[in-house]
């Protein structure tokens, strides 16, 4: 259920480049707004987080956008905020 209001939330607030990167939705639109150009991370994946993270840095870095990552209620539940926030933070500081 939430990851089908996720995708209706996306679908709703269109970004002009979307890609699918290991499970993460990656999406562009100039830096018009952050929802449009965020990193939401909504299906099951494989890659360790500090790859992916890397790799998403490195799409936005070449765009000169910052990394905005949205987190949502599914990603509590899968230990995400103990293994990825902290990731996030340091690389934020």
């Not at 949205?70 to 990825?84: D, G, R």
């Amino acid at each position: 259920m939430i990851t089908h209001i996720e995708e209706l939330s996306l679908n709703a607030w269109a970004a002009l480049q979307t890609m699918v990167y290991d499970g993460w939705i990656i999406r562009f639109a100039e830096g018009y707004t952050k929802r449009a150009n965020s990193v939401n991370p909504l299906y099951t994946s494989s890659i360790p987080i500090e790859e992916k993270l890397h790799y998403c840095e490195n799409l936005y870095r070449s765009r000169n956008l910052p990394v905005v990552c949205k987190i949502c209620p599914l990603f509590t539940q899968a230990n995400w905020m103990k293994n990825y926030l902290p990731v996030v933070i340091k690389k934020s500081l």
